[in-house]
């Protein structure tokens, strides 16, 4: 599932939530106008497995495989793309990020990472400059309190400085001193149509408008900072998938 440059994913979700427990609940991830949904935490659980999916913020507009313990677990993996989750069962997981094509064995980046079972876990591919880059893996918490609305946001803008992330028309920060490679960790808010501003740390100058975005409840917004030259974005969305109850 891809989401292009500077798209604004908004959940097509709209029946109401029926209560249950988190680690219940499947999800569903929502970009360009596409959604899938992955397992609940308890099920992949249950099957002795992790879920990982990719997020191609690389800044060369290529493709991009990806290998769990040399084998093939996603290709051609757009740029500015989030995948579905796909469950693993590898406990030290060892991540490879290659250019598609069995004929091309040029490594972009690796990593490795300890899953734990029933956790949810994002590879973000991040450039850092025109010839290296780098494999982030961090872990999802894609499930906001109750009532609330969740969003993230990851620098991954080669040579832009730490960064500020606000709501328009509000002096206080939503996020501050966002590092290149880092992940601001979650916020969760009442929800709202809300359009932010990124600056420089602690600067006044505005180098990014993000325009309005709904943000829901029961839903958790990733906002992936790129661009060299300029900064640029592009989000995707999570949402629990309401769980019938049991009879």
Do not use: W
Not at 41 to 52: H, L
Not at 150 to 178: C, M, N, W, Y
């Amino acid at each position: 599932m891809n989401t292009t440059i500077r798209l604004l994913c908004i959940t097509a979700l709209t029946a109401p939530a029926i209560a249950c427990k988190k680690d219940d609940a499947q999800i569903r991830t929502t970009s360009q106008g596409e959604s899938n949904a992955s397992a609940s935490a308890d099920s992949a659980k249950a099957r002795g497995n992790a879920m990982v999916r990719i997020v191609n913020a690389g800044n060369g507009g290529k493709d991009i495989a990806i290998q769990l313990d040399g084998a093939p677990l996603f290709d051609g993996v757009k740029a500015a793309s989030v995948t579905d989750y796909r469950e693993v069962g590898a406990v030290l997981a060892r991540f490879a990020a290659r250019s598609p094509g069995a004929s091309d064995t040029t490594v972009l980046a690796t990593n490795e990472e300890v899953l734990v079972d029933g956790n949810r876990y994002t590879a973000f591919l991040i450039s850092e400059d025109l010839s290296r880059s780098t494999l982030r893996i961090v872990k999802d918490e894609v499930i906001p309190d109750s009532g609330k609305a969740r969003i993230r946001v990851v620098h991954a803008a080669p040579g832009a400085p730490e960064l500020d992330i606000s709501v328009v028309g509000q002096t206080d920060k939503l996020f501050s001193g966002v590092g290149f490679k880092s992940e601001a960790g979650y916020k969760d808010l009442t929800p709202v149509n809300v359009a932010l501003e990124v600056r420089a740390k602690d600067a006044s100058k505005v180098l990014l408008r993000i325009p309005a975005m709904e943000l829901r409840a029961g839903a958790a917004t990733t906002i992936v900072l790129t661009g060299a030259a300029k900064l640029a974005f592009f989000t995707f969305t999570d949402t629990m998938i309401p769980v019938a109850p049991r009879m």
